[in-house]
């Protein structure tokens, strides 16, 4: 008989604190947290099917401090029926709403939204039962939460799901794979492989993935200015920004002095054409590198504005991409202009987040189908002219890369790596993928997986 290699872990909730607020007044502040909560709970019911105690320990614990205090006195009013969530605040004077639309997860109304409003979002698909995941396209699949009989590996992923690989490491799901074959899949009590959670920034590789298909499918071209309507005026010089400059992290735009606080779209009902698209330039495009969100949902927005309608646009990244690959438990949200908030509002799987690992092994072909260009994966991988500094990943387009940087990992080793503990890392030389996902605890150490790759790197080659 198999014996399992999990079980229930008990985990702390408790909540870090300490961060400055910033310039943010109450107001702002409780909408924030009001929008967090009424986000959050209605993705991770509708995209993930998860009870509402489950949302507290998990999405609403070990967050962001800014609005963690706040987040844990707040309250979801939860409407199943009509597939929303409204969360009141300043004491019951006002409140937010989050809508759920079939294909497209939540989307969070704006701060000033009634009721009402719900039914003025776009809708492009229909509903329609989620089927179960039937394991496509590893012809071998290791069972769900089974030993693998290699006692190294088997260790490997047991120290995974302890706090062995970060002291605030908070792991849920661990699947390691070739492109034939399911070499390990486990899951926190809980979680299965239609369990998705949100990837934060692991988005932005998605995100890389459908401007590739856009490049094969639509003419698209990288090298070429992003033609944001905006900044079309004869003297803005954020006219020379590139596709590129984007995908590089390089746009040269003013994003804060940190750009992964996108907080008025994440969480507080803002559009990405209000935000991203107005800032101002700041340095030479191509100089810097930056981690923005901003950069990516610019990519995205760049792509949008070559289609006709905002609806073909919804549509293009599930026909071109993730409906030919099987990533049905996938969710690409959007802000309420229908603006993918590809940054990091996507909710997947670990399957899924496999499968698009498969295709970069694959070099974008799918069953006999190219959904990449040929020189995709060759050309993200390439690392940008402005890097990071040393110490983290280099990068390259909308994907890290650990090249000379690591050197106990194979030099071709590309990642898309995410808040919060969320990790799909490629090896192509190994023909290996590598998914990791967790709810890890902010400001304590979170899981290396550096050192967990490395680890199961070694495993598999004795």
């Known amino acids: 008989m198999r014996r399992?290699?999990?079980?229930?872990?008990?985990?702390?909730?408790?909540?870090?604190?300490?961060?400055?607020?910033?310039?943010?007044?109450?107001?702002?502040?409780?909408?924030?947290?009001?929008?967090?909560?009424?986000?959050?709970?209605?993705?991770?019911?509708?995209?993930?099917?998860?009870?509402?105690?489950?949302?507290?320990?998990?999405?609403?614990?070990?967050?962001?401090?800014?609005?963690?205090?706040?987040?844990?006195?707040?309250?979801?009013?939860?409407?199943?029926?009509?597939?929303?969530?409204?969360?009141?605040?300043?004491?019951?004077?006002?409140?937010?709403?989050?809508?759920?639309?079939?294909?497209?997860?939540?989307?969070?109304?704006?701060?000033?939204?009634?009721?009402?409003?719900?039914?003025?979002?776009?809708?492009?698909?229909?509903?329609?039962?989620?089927?179960?995941?039937?394991?496509?396209?590893?012809?071998?699949?290791?069972?769900?939460?089974?030993?693998?009989?290699?006692?190294?590996?088997?260790?490997?992923?047991?120290?995974?799901?302890?706090?062995?690989?970060?002291?605030?490491?908070?792991?849920?799901?661990?699947l390691i794979a070739t492109s034939d074959k399911i070499i390990a899949e486990h899951y926190l009590d809980g979680f299965s492989p239609e369990t998705s959670q949100r990837t934060w920034s692991v988005a932005k590789s998605i995100a890389a993935s459908v401007v590739g298909a856009a490049v094969l499918h639509r003419d698209v071209k990288v090298n070429a200015p992003a033609t944001i309507a905006n900044w079309q005026s004869t003297l803005d010089p954020r006219r020379n920004i590139t596709l590129e400059h984007l995908l590089h992290m390089a746009s040269g735009l003013d994003s804060n002095a940190a750009g992964n606080?996108?907080?008025?779209?994440?969480?507080?009902?803002?559009?990405?054409?209000?935000?991203?698209?107005?800032?101002?330039?700041?340095?030479?495009?191509?100089?810097?590198?930056?981690?923005?969100?901003?950069?990516?949902?610019?990519?995205?927005?760049?792509?949008?504005?070559?289609?006709?309608?905002?609806?073909?646009?919804?549509?293009?990244?599930?026909?071109?991409?993730?409906?030919?690959?099987?990533?049905?438990?996938?969710?690409?949200?959007?802000?309420?202009?229908?603006?993918?908030?590809?940054?990091?509002?996507?909710?997947?799987?670990?399957?899924?987040?496999?499968?698009?690992?498969v295709l970069h092994l694959q070099n974008g072909i799918w069953q006999g189908e190219r959904l990449l260009p040929e020189n995709w994966l060759a050309y993200i991988s390439k690392p940008a002219p402005a890097q990071p500094n040393e110490g983290a990943p280099g990068y390259g387009a909308q994907w890290w890369l650990y090249n000379e940087r690591f050197p106990e990992l194979p030099n071709d080793t590309i990642a898309a790596r995410g808040n919060r503990g969320q990790y799909l890392v490629i090896i192509p030389s190994k023909n290996l993928v590598v998914v990791r996902r967790g709810y890890d605890m902010a400001g304590q150490q979170g899981f290396s997986e550096h050192d967990f790759v490395r680890d199961v790197l070694a495993a598999l080659e004795k």
């Not at 901003?294 to 991409?321: C, H, I, Q």
């Not at 030919?324 to 590809?342: A, C, R, S, V, Y």
Request: proline content about 3%.
């Open 4 to 174: 399992r290699i999990l079980s229930s872990f008990v985990l702390p909730l408790t909540l870090f604190v300490g961060v400055a607020q910033g310039q943010e007044d109450e107001t702002t502040i409780n909408s924030y947290a009001a929008g967090y909560v009424a986000g959050y709970t209605c993705s991770a019911i509708f995209n993930a099917n998860k009870s509402e105690d489950a949302i507290r320990e998990h999405e609403l614990s070990g967050i962001y401090p800014l609005v963690a205090d706040k987040v844990a006195a707040m309250k979801a009013d939860i409407d199943r029926e009509n597939k929303l969530v409204r969360v009141a605040y300043d004491d019951g004077q006002r409140e937010r709403i989050s809508v759920w639309r079939a294909r497209l997860g939540c989307v969070d109304l704006p701060v000033g939204a009634t009721l009402a409003d719900a039914d003025k979002v776009s809708r492009p698909f229909a509903e329609a039962a989620l089927a179960k995941d039937n394991g496509e396209p590893w012809q071998i699949r290791q069972p769900v939460n089974e030993v693998t009989g290699n006692l190294d590996l088997d260790d490997v992923i047991i120290k995974g799901f302890s706090k062995h690989y970060g002291s605030g490491a908070r792991t849920t799901a661990i």
């Open 261 to 357: 606080r996108t907080d008025r779209v994440y969480m507080g009902g803002g559009r990405v054409v209000d935000t991203a698209v107005t800032t101002a330039l700041e340095v030479q495009p191509g100089s810097r590198w930056k981690y923005a969100n901003n950069d990516t949902m610019l990519a995205m927005r760049a792509v949008r504005e070559s289609f006709g309608n905002s609806e073909d646009f919804l549509k293009f990244p599930y026909e071109a991409l993730l409906d030919k690959i099987g990533m049905q438990h996938t969710f690409l949200e959007t802000d309420w202009n229908d603006d993918f908030i590809m940054s990091s509002q996507v909710w997947t799987t670990a399957r899924d987040l496999a499968r698009l690992g």
